[in-house]
């Protein structure tokens, strides 16, 4: 949905506003997006700098499509790469505000913000960030972004994965194969899906933290594999601070969850 008072709903509202009434939560939103008029109610900060600090996040860069996926295994993925070789290039990385941050990565002129986008799970974080007696350094979007080419159904597409690290216990997927998209009134088409310890109720999802990999084979991330079953999935580890405190690995298809249900999409190995 959009970040905006209008299209949050009734309950998100009420985090924001608290027991202070509408006026207030909407000021308290529009601080979050950026509004530094309001130093009375909320934390002050320099209007060149409205950014939350990154903790944790390594930043990626979200290139061209032109990974090394050959043959009738990917059959389509050669047309995908036309349509998309001119597209523009992005760098995304989690911040200390609890928004994941897309910006232009071109090496002239880039540094434009393209999208901001708040994980659901952080929502009732943010007024520890807007209060003037916040921590000033706080982990909410502190996992590290990774983009991949997969195939969705009989469509490809370009995904961006990331965990929230530090912030909470859960990962989640965007729709990013085209910029040109990032808008308010696209909120719906860019998010695919998020998975968190609602989802998977055995306590063995924990804080991931760790950065990705790029894989010699698929010359993309290498924590994005086509399965034996023919999907494309996302293999996390499960990080740490679980509450059954084991190893596990997550596999977890792409496509995501059937009318919000993720039984039977994806498979868990504890060690």
């Known amino acids: 949905m959009a970040f905006r008072w209008g299209s949050i709903g009734t309950p998100k509202q009420d985090v924001l506003k608290a027991a202070n009434g509408d006026t207030y939560g909407q000021a308290m939103l529009n601080w979050l997006r ?18 939350g600090a990154i903790v944790n996040s390594t930043p990626t860069v979200q290139q061209r499509p032109g990974a090394d996926l050959r043959g009738a295994e990917f059959a389509g993925y050669g047309a995908f790469v036309n349509t998309w070789r001119t597209r523009k290039t992005v760098l ?11 910006f232009d990565a071109a090496k002239t002129g880039g540094g434009a913000p393209l999208l901001s986008y708040v994980p659901e799970p952080l929502f009732a974080k943010l007024p520890n960030w807007a209060s003037p007696n916040g921590d000033k350094v706080q982990s909410f979007v502190d996992g590290s972004p990774l983009t991949a080419d997969v195939k969705v159904g009989s469509n490809w597409r370009t995904y961006l994965f990331s965990s929230m690290g530090r912030g909470a216990k859960g990962m989640f997927a965007l729709d990013v194969t085209d910029p040109a998209s990032f808008t308010e009134a696209n909120a719906a088409g860019i998010f695919r899906w998020q998975f968190t310890e609602a989802d998977d109720a055995s306590g063995d999802l924990g804080h991931i933290v760790n950065d990705p990999a790029l894989s010699r084979v698929s010359e993309q991330a290498g924590n994005v594999a086509k399965m034996k079953n023919g999907k494309f999935a996302l293999l996390m580890g499960n990080g ?32």
């Open 34 to 51: 950026g509004d530094t008029s309001d130093n009375s109610n909320f934390r002050k900060r320099p209007t060149t700098s409205i950014m």
């Open 92 to 102: 995304w990385v989690g911040a200390g505000d609890g928004m994941l941050h897309a």
């Open 240 to 271: 740490f601070f679980s509450t059954q405190g084991s190893a596990a690995l997550y596999i977890l298809f792409v496509d995501g969850p059937s009318s919000g249900n993720w039984a039977g999409q994806y498979v868990k190995l504890v060690a």
